[in-house]
């Protein structure tokens, strides 16, 4: 399996040399999702309609004779063509129905792939011989090496393991390293030119857990929170990570309308989380914008009208994660608090 270091691959990205074939396989899912936009990145903007398609493995359009299909496309424009397969691992680990308890799906390793995931034999054939202008990715949160095509692809493609900060002891089980956690949450942050003293990295760490996710999510946060501050604290962290209570339906408009872009951050936090879609809290935003900051402090006014307008156009568009977007969005809104009595924000 050739396996591939992040930095070798983004040194790949920036050369502009890309292999025919990648697999970026773990849970790190904001990584894996930066280099994939870095990867569609070293194609021309103007070009990238025509070349650079997203599929989604075993849904619509993303079986595995359409991917193979799509990956031996000739680029109308430019020289190559990025296609990226996410959800992979329902190819590489797919699951697949078993007797044991009627109803139940379990994960079973075989070496009969067309079990669960119908005739791969177009793709195996495209595996077998890459086309030169095309790269193709495969991203997957986990792969089963035992499977046939699974081995096959291990066997081809530069192979990027993204594994957060669980690794592996004598019986190959997962098992949290809070050492890994803290070198990688300092490592991210010196990416963002931010240093951390002792005990805000140990409570960043300790709010995140095992969640290598949940430690980028907070870390975005700390940054937007800090602004041009580069050295954040203990206290900054708790600022942003503190408090799941109850879910507030007015709680960012509040907190917003209060001049608090900490709170304004975990109740976006705590939305999302609930599940609450973006378009209905951007539409709650406007109407707060429109109605009250207008009244309360209405220089502020057309400047949130274009940060508005751009989360919306981005949402719609898919150009960012939606829980990031936000987050920019409701810093952007923030400023002083309103004067007592006008721009109220909703019930308290």
């Given amino acids: 399996m050739p396996s591939i270091t992040v930095a070798a691959l983004k040194q790949q990205i920036v050369a502009g040399r890309l292999a025919p074939l990648y697999v970026i396989v773990g849970d790190d899912v904001r990584l894996a999702d930066g280099l994939v936009e870095a990867i ?105 090496r035992s499977r046939r095509f699974t081995k096959k692809l291990l066997e081809r493609a530069q192979v990027a393991e993204l594994a957060g900060f669980i690794r592996k002891d004598d019986r190959n089980r997962g098992v949290y390293d809070r050492g890994a956690a803290g070198r990688q949450a300092e490592a991210i ?82 939305r999302i989380d609930r599940g609450d879609s973006a378009h209905a809290i951007v539409g709650q935003l406007r109407w707060w914008v429109s109605n009250r900051l207008v009244e309360g402090a209405p220089e502020r006014a057309k400047p949130a009208v274009h940060a508005l307008l751009r989360t919306d156009l981005a949402l719609k568009s898919s150009g960012g994660e939606e829980r990031v977007l936000l987050e920019r969005l409701v810093v952007e809104l923030t400023g002083k608090r309103l004067p007592p009595g006008r721009g109220w924000s909703g019930p308290r």
């Fill in 189 to 270: 942050l010196q990416a963002e030119g931010r240093t951390i003293d002792a005990a805000g990295l140990s409570a960043l760490v300790d709010a995140a857990g095992d969640d290598i996710n949940k430690l980028r999510d907070d870390i975005g946060k700390l940054v937007l929170f800090a602004g041009a501050r580069t050295r954040l604290t203990a206290e900054d962290v708790d600022a942003v990570t503190s408090g799941d209570g109850v879910v507030d339906d007015w709680g960012i408009v509040n907190a917003i309308g209060n001049g608090d872009a900490a709170r304004a951050l975990v109740e976006v936090g705590r």
């Fill in 40 to 144: 569609e990145g070293t194609v021309d903007e103007a070009d990238r309609p025509f070349a650079v398609e997203r599929m989604y493995a075993m849904e619509s359009g993303g079986a595995p004779i359409d991917i193979a299909a799509s990956a031996r496309m000739l680029p109308m424009l430019g020289n190559r063509r990025i296609v990226t397969v996410l959800r992979a691992e329902r190819l590489l680990k797919p699951k697949r129905a078993t007797k044991a308890d009627a109803g139940d799906i379990v994960d079973e390793p075989s070496s009969d792939d067309s079990e669960s995931v119908g005739d791969l034999t177009p793709l195996e054939d495209y595996v077998n011989g890459p086309v030169d202008s095309t790269t193709v990715v495969f991203v997957a949160s986990e792969v089963d």
